[in-house]
């Protein structure tokens, strides 16, 4: 599908009554939610367990928080069937029942990577998710492993104790979030972890509408020439929104929320440099540098520092 397309339907939905409904039902006939098994959430979900039992004490003995749920709940059951106790929060709710029998399924395909991943054996995997076997939705689901989901819920406002968690996860959440809610949020995540707590956030910097890759004529970088009048104008609504913060802002915000940061992996698309020397980049990205800006994705590891 041609960006310009992928823009048009979101940005014509987004206007219009009852339109989160019908953008949702495109989704489900052209986008992700029609191929569920094939979704990179479960990849994903490996990445943030390897993480977690890389930095953090066993999983199967965590609290952990995750700051959006989404529409294939793949990392919060994962983690779950790990053994971690989650409370996982969404804005609204997303995670339908259909979707959740969907994701239940294909975990039950990805046992050994889950297993590789955690540390934790296949037959304890196995059977956590035959507990979930009759769940009816992702609510009973989190019931039945110890946890918990809420939707629609004020992420900067949780309901857990100071201190409490160790661990705050989000998945291709935070360049979801605008610019002056951020703050409110990590100064949150910072509250509810125990000192020396660790937060792992997986997150994506390009042009949703131009994926790598997607031959629809328009690089995923290129949103970048925009200004932010006109990407806020035209682009970001009620439907998606992102806000082109580039890896040196996110690790920016980190540090000024009391984290330091425990590792970094960054993906840095070197193939797009010369398109963006060509690129008349706007104001807000022309001091970054070329390697700055052609970062794609981020992978990091934070710990939570005491604020003198």
Not at 151 to 166: F, H, K, R, V
Not at 261 to 266: G, P, Q, T, V, Y
């Amino acid at each position: 599908m041609k960006w310009w397309m992928k823009w048009g339907i979101s940005y014509t939905f987004a206007h219009l009554p009852y339109g989160k409904p019908l953008y949702e039902r495109v989704l489900r006939r052209f986008g992700e939610l029609g191929q569920v098994a094939s979704s990179s959430r479960f990849e994903n979900a490996e990445t943030l367990l390897d993480m977690a039992r890389r930095h953090c004490d066993r999983i199967d003995r965590l609290h952990a928080v995750e700051i959006g749920t989404g529409w294939i709940p793949a990392v919060p059951l994962g983690f779950m069937l790990a053994g971690a106790r989650v409370d996982t929060f969404d804005i609204s709710r997303l995670a339908a029942d259909d979707l959740f029998l969907q994701t239940r399924q294909t975990l039950a395909t990805r046992i050994d990577g889950l297993a590789r991943a955690s540390g934790i054996a296949p037959d304890i995997l196995r059977q956590r998710l035959e507990d979930i076997g009759q769940a009816p939705a992702f609510d009973a689901a989190c019931r039945i492993l110890g946890g918990s989901y809420h939707a629609p819920y004020d992420t900067a406002s949780l309901p857990l104790a100071d201190g409490e968690a160790d661990l705050v996860i989000s998945n291709l959440v935070l360049q979801c979030v605008p610019r002056d809610l951020l703050p409110p949020l990590l100064q949150e995540s910072w509250r509810v972890l125990k000192p020396g707590g660790v937060a792992l956030h997986r997150i994506r910097m390009s042009d949703e509408y131009a994926p790598a890759g997607s031959g629809a004529g328009r690089n995923h970088l290129e949103y970048l020439k925009y200004s932010d009048e006109s990407w806020n104008r035209w682009f970001n609504h009620s439907l998606k929104h992102l806000n082109r913060l580039r890896a040196p802002q996110f690790m920016e915000l980190f540090e000024e929320h009391g984290f330091t940061c425990l590792e970094c992996n960054r993906n840095i698309d070197t193939d797009s440099i010369p398109f963006l020397q060509r690129l008349e980049i706007a104001p807000p990205f022309r001091q970054m540098s070329w390697e700055d800006l052609a970062t794609v994705a981020i992978d990091v590891a934070l710990k939570k520092v005491l604020v003198p």
